[in-house]
Every structure is written in C-alpha cells, then in structure tokens.
C-alpha cells in the first residue's frame, strides 16, 4: 500500500515537472522571437536641433527678463525644441557565434518633439522596439540644459520606463552628444562599452562615484546639492573628461576644470586619493582621507567647516630627517587649505556655487539653519562661509 502510494506521488510529480518544461519550451521560444524585434542601445547621445535653438535664442527684442519668459512660454505652449538623439549599439558580428548579425546599424540619429516621438520613428522605421536593458551611459549635449522643459521631459520618460536604469552613468558631450558617440574608429566597437570601460578605470574615487541619471532625476525633484557630471571631448578621435559641469539645484551653472571638481570631491568624502605638489620637485599622493563638515551659524550666515585628514606618501623626491618631514607636513596643510579657501571663494563668485555641498546635509547638521534655508537654497549657496583645516601625515620619508 506505502510502495503503491509512493508510486503515484512519483507519477505526479514526474507529470508536474513534464508540464514545467513544457511550458519552459514555449516561453524560451517566445522569447527568443521577441529578442528578434528588439535593439538593444549601449549608449544615448541627447542634443537639442541647434537651427530651433538658435532661433528661440535670436527672436526677440525684449530685455533679458522678458526674453527669458516669452521663452518660458513658447516652450510650454510646444515650441521647445526638437531633439536629436543618437544611439549606439552593440556590433553584432563581434560578439555573435556565427557572424550574422541583424540588419541594426551601429550608429543612428533620429529626430523627434521628445523621447516618445522619437522612440516611435525608431519603431516605425526599423520594426523594432527599444529595449535599455543592457545601457552603459547617456550623454546629454550642454544645449539640453538650457531648456529645462525638455530636460524634466526626457527624465519623465526615463522615470516611466521600467527597463531604463536610475544607476546609468551620465555624461555631457563637450560641444554635442552626437559627437561624442560617433568617435568609434579608435574605441574598436561600442561608445557605450568604451564609456563604461573607461569610467570604471578610475581609481581616483570611493565606491565608483560616478554621476548617474538617478542622481540628475534627485535634482529634479528635490533640488537640493550640488551634481558634478564629467564632461567629454574628442582627443585623437577618443573621448575623454576634460571638465566637470556643474549643476546645482538643477540649474546648470557652467563647467569646472577637472582641478576644481577635484577639490569639491575632497570636501565631500569622495575621494580615494588626491595628488598634491607643494613644490616643483615633490609630488605627495594623500590616501586615508576623511572629511567632516559641520556647519554653525557665524553672525548672521552660515558658516561650513570642513575638516580633511589623510596619510601622505612622496611620488617623486625625497626628504631625509624628521624635520624635513614635519616642515613638509606643514606646507601641504598651508598650501592645501589655502587652495580649497581660494577654490570655494572663486567658485562661489563666478557659479553660485558651494564647493563642499553643504546644502544637502544641512538638515542634520544645523535643524535652525534648515528652517532658515529650506525653500532657498539658492541664496543659502551664496551666503554661506567656509573654512578648512588639513591635517597630513607623512609615511615614508626615510
């Protein structure tokens, strides 16, 4: 009786498990079918059409003030301009087993009101939807942030579709995205695989900080920091970050050099190691760092303190005694607080910006402040004050 009701249990089981891979059969078929009609895109290029640019920027007589709200208007009312979105996908031959790959180019440009009309002209076009599933990074054109209209359009779309993901890396096309994506001659294949290449090879960084589409939608709906994005231009026909754009309160401000952007990422914990010279022939690389901010009330404005601790290693040169190792301590603290103070003063001057990102943190640090702030973030980012103190000890001096 036990033998015989083993029996069935195993019949059953057995049948269950046939209906499985049954039902496994068809859906890796199915599959396989939508794979067909899909492309896959490893990096997107976003620009504004240049000619609609130029001409909402020309057609007017009006103040400046004026200007910027007939502009407001025309783009609300639907006359933003057109974009001009570049995909880069996968060569296909390189990577498939038999060297037969789908009639997709590697490189396509395709114009549209926004991301919807242009996805549907890719559709329409090719027969093939868009599947961002395997996406490296997007590069934005600096024209799309001077239209915020289109700019909050295309992270809505990005918002609302489930593949795209928030941690793409983001990027800025120095110039044009488009340029950006058609450098593939000395990229051997793929922008978007070169991109992710290159970005990962920088050791400079905690955890891979890298700015990414999610951090740019945080801006858009909070408008609370300060968003460093790296900026690409062509070099031997290779992009490469020359600079930093600098977008604050999702108002974009104008590009840092990569010196200055470097300064900020000290102030704000994010680097792994920075690279001093505190004279000609002596070149110290600073490991271990730490960096606090606490932010107090100094009169009436904000005042930033940045404490920055690390262990120093000499480069290039040599110091031979203990002495020569203390009056090198000395210096790099001198000379790099010195910078940082003279960094954020210029940097405050000419973009309105705060070099350490105090803004963000301001809620748990200073709860009177916040209150103060917390619907100006602008006006906090001009007001407030900041003093360093650095703190280097050297390693290997013998």
């Known amino acids: 009786m036990n033998s015989e009701k083993y029996g069935k249990k195993m019949m059953m089981k057995a049948q269950t498990a046939l209906v499985l891979a049954i039902g496994m059969i068809h859906m890796s078929g199915c599959a396989s079918t939508e794979l067909e009609q899909r492309s896959f895109p490893l990096a997107v290029g976003i620009d504004l059409q240049e000619e609609d640019v130029e001409a909402l920027a020309g057609d007017s007589e009006t103040s400046p003030g004026e200007a910027a709200g007939e502009d407001v208007f025309r783009r609300e009312a639907g006359n ?19 060297g037969k790959t789908v009639d997709t180019a590697m490189g396509l440009s395709l114009e549209g009101a926004d991301m919807y009309h242009v996805e549907k002209s890719y559709e329409n076009n090719t027969n093939r939807v868009l599947d961002y599933n395997h996406m490296k990074a997007v590069v934005l054109g600096e024209n799309v942030f001077s239209d915020t209209v289109q700019l909050r359009g295309i992270l809505s779309a990005w918002e609302q579709r489930e593949a795209s993901a928030r941690n793409t890396s983001l990027l800025i096309g120095s110039g044009s995205a488009a340029e950006i994506l058609s450098l593939t001659e000395e990229t051997e294949g793929s922008m978007g695989t070169y991109l992710e290449e290159m970005l990962e ?25 300060l968003l460093l994005i790296p900026v690409l231009t062509g070099e031997g026909n290779r992009p490469a970050i020359t600079g930093y754009a600098a977008v604050s309160n999702f108002n974009y401000q104008g590009i840092l050099s990569v010196e200055d952007a470097m300064k900020s990422f000290l102030c704000q914990n994010l680097l792994e190691k920075f690279t001093c010279e505190p004279s000609r022939n002596l070149a110290v690389e600073i490991s271990n760092i730490r960096a606090k901010k606490t932010v107090t009330m100094e009169g009436n404005l904000p005042l930033v303190t940045v404490r920055i601790t ?83 000890d050297m390693l290997n001096w013998e």
């Open 80 to 98: 933003s301009p057109d974009l001009v979105v570049s995909y880069d996908f996968p060569d296909l031959a390189q990577i498939s087993e038999k």
């Open 201 to 225: 090879s920088q050791k400079d960084f905690k955890q891979n900080k890298i700015a990414t589409v999610g951090n740019l939608m945080n801006q858009w709906h909070n408008q609370d920091e």
């Open 310 to 392: 690390g262990k120093g290693r000499l480069k290039t040169g040599r110091i031979s005694s203990v002495s020569e190792q203390y009056q090198l301590e000395k210096k790099i603290e001198k000379q790099l607080t010195a910078d940082l103070a003279e960094t954020a003063g210029r940097l405050q001057q000419e973009y309105g910006i705060d070099l350490t990102n105090s803004y963000i943190s301001l809620g748990g640090q200073n709860r009177g402040l916040y209150r103060i702030y917390r619907d100006y973030p602008d006006a906090y980012n001009q007001e407030a004050r900041q003093a360093f103190q650095v703190e280097i």
